[in-house]
Structure formats: C-alpha cells, structure tokens
C-alpha cells in the first residue's frame, strides 16, 4: 500500500510563482514565474525580465538564483525547492544544477526547450556532479493556459497591424 503523499505544500508555492508569472506577464514578459523556498520559507521569487532588463539572462529561475544566493550568503543552494511555472530551459537547468538546488518543482513541460525531462535532462545528467528531485506538472493546466494566453493576445496584436 503506497502512502498517499500531500501535495498542499507543492500547491502553495507554485501559487506563489503563479502570481509571479502573472506580474511578469503585466510588464510584457512572457508569463513564467518561481519561487526558491527553504525550510518552508520563500528566500526568493521572481518572474521573466529579459525584455524590461535587456538581459537574456534575465528568466525568472535565474533571477531567484541571484536573488537567493545574496539572501543566504552562499553560492551553493543546498536544501531548497525551487518552483517554476514552466519546465527550465538549458540555460536555468544548469545555473540550477550548479546552485546545488535539492529539488525541483515545474508546471507546464516545454515541449521545445525543456531541459528536465521533456527535451533534455541536465538536472539528472549521471555525468553532471548534482543531480536533483524533479517533479513536473504541479498546477499545469493554470500554467499552460497563463502562457497560452498571452501568447495568443500577441499573436492576435500582430496580426492587427
């Protein structure tokens, strides 16, 4: 008999990107939003700001990365939970992967570009020197809809002009 496993913890946090991504999404990024959490606390959260930050750079796991690690005075992100409203690309499954981050915690797959599991996977790679916990498709019809829709408004506008 399996132990049911309580998923209102995983549910809250990714509430929590959710909203991130909806304020990303309000400045015209494209809606991806997470949340790094330890020991039952948000150290840090943040939401896509590539466009706004004129950096690349700028997806919301990597910004919760930086904004985390100068939280905790540590490179290494040991112990923690980080919670993205869309599967990581390459780019973020490595900052993850390096950061040392315990566990991770997506929505919706990227079907292009997902680097944990769909696509690729970095974060469990036996060659890489980490390997983390990945649970994907917590709240993923909210997040799947959130990025539908904005990029079928855009859509809509460009075919206006």
């Known amino acids: 008999?399996?132990?049911?496993?309580?998923?209102?913890v995983d549910e809250h946090f990714m509430a929590l990107a959710i909203e991130q991504a909806r304020l990303a999404a309000a400045q015209g990024e494209v809606p991806v939003g997470a949340?790094?959490?330890?020991?039952?606390?948000?150290?840090?959260?943040a939401g896509n700001a590539p466009i706004g930050l004129h950096d690349p750079s700028a997806?919301?796991?990597?910004?919760?990365?930086?904004e985390?690690?100068?939280?905790?005075?540590?490179?290494?992100?040991?112990d923690t939970t980080l919670y993205a409203t869309l599967e990581p690309?390459?780019?973020?499954?490595?900052?993850?992967?390096?950061?040392?981050?315990?566990?991770?915690v997506f929505g919706a797959q990227d079907f292009k570009a997902g680097?944990?599991?769909?696509?690729?996977?970095?974060?469990?790679?036996?060659e890489l020197n980490h390997a983390m916990v990945v649970q994907g498709g917590v709240a993923e019809e909210e997040c799947r809809t959130l990025l539908q829709a904005f990029f079928r408004e855009r859509r809509s506008k460009s075919h206006a002009k």
């Open 68 to 78: 985390a690690g100068l939280a905790l005075q540590n490179y290494r992100l040991n």
């Open 115 to 126: 680097a944990c599991g769909t696509v690729y996977d970095l974060v469990r790679a036996p």
């Open 1 to 8: 008999m399996s132990a049911e496993i309580d998923t209102s």
């Open 35 to 45: 949340v790094l959490v330890k020991n039952g606390e948000v150290v840090a959260a």
């Open 89 to 104: 690309c390459p780019m973020c499954a490595g900052a993850l992967v390096n950061a040392r981050v315990a566990r991770l």
């Open 59 to 66: 997806h919301a796991e990597m910004r919760v990365i930086r």
